[in-house]
């Protein structure tokens, strides 16, 4: 009987093994539990592509309150901007912040050029560089009309 009672008694190293391996299976288990939690959040929450349009449209403005050869400064957000009207029909929408210093641009209307008052940079109405120490052109914003007011699209 005695020699029965041996056989029947686990191996020493049989008892770890088996802790490491449900350890092993918990901690799987674990993760595929986080990992399934995190896909039903993200299935609940909202998408982010759900923005309203109206977020990345502005209205500037009637036509009419912007005569041929004026621009308008648009202060929206951390990003101001200028919509200049070249023509009774064309419509430009650049950024107001120069592409050196992050200085505010200003409208020459003389010349139709917007100048950097920081450092003597001037930039076309395309947004190029004429001359000065911007490394950039100005950032370009589709500009549309509808019904006589002006829209920006950001």
Same mark, same amino acid.
């Given at each position: 009987?005695?020699?029965?009672? !041996?056989?029947?008694?686990p191996?020493? #190293? $049989?008892l770890p093994r /088996?802790?490491?391996l449900n350890w092993?299976?918990?901690?799987?288990?674990?993760?595929?539990?986080?990992g399934?939690?995190w896909m039903?959040? $993200?299935?609940?929450? #909202?998408p982010?592509a $759900?923005?309203s349009? #109206?977020e &990345?449209v502005?209205k500037? *403005?009637?036509l009419?309150s912007? %005569?041929? *050869?004026?621009?308008?400064?648009?202060?929206?957000?951390?990003e %101001?901007l200028w919509?200049v &009207?070249?023509?009774? !029909?064309?419509?430009?929408g +650049?950024?107001a912040? =120069?592409?050196?210093? /992050? =200085?505010?641009v200003?409208?020459d209307? !003389?010349?139709?050029i917007?100048? =950097?008052p =920081?450092? !003597? *940079?001037?930039?076309? @109405?395309?947004?190029?560089v004429?001359h000065?120490l %911007?490394?950039?052109p +100005?950032k370009?914003?589709?500009?549309e009309?509808? @019904? *006589?007011?002006?829209?920006?699209?950001?």
């Amino acid at each position: 009987m005695n020699e029965a009672s !041996d056989s029947d008694a686990p191996e020493p #190293a $049989a008892l770890p093994r /088996r802790r490491f391996l449900n350890w092993l299976v918990r901690g799987f288990l674990a993760l595929w539990g986080v990992g399934f939690a995190w896909m039903i959040g $993200a299935f609940v929450r #909202a998408p982010r592509a $759900a923005r309203s349009l #109206a977020e &990345r449209v502005i209205k500037v *403005g009637t036509l009419e309150s912007l %005569p041929v *050869g004026q621009a308008r400064l648009v202060h929206h957000g951390k990003e %101001p901007l200028w919509v200049v &009207r070249v023509g009774e !029909d064309t419509l430009v929408g +650049l950024s107001a912040v =120069c592409t050196h210093m /992050r =200085c505010i641009v200003t409208w020459d209307g !003389d010349q139709q050029i917007l100048n =950097c008052p =920081c450092h !003597d *940079g001037s930039f076309d @109405l395309n947004g190029n560089v004429l001359h000065g120490l %911007p490394p950039r052109p +100005l950032k370009r914003f589709k500009v549309e009309t509808q @019904l *006589g007011q002006i829209y920006v699209h950001l």
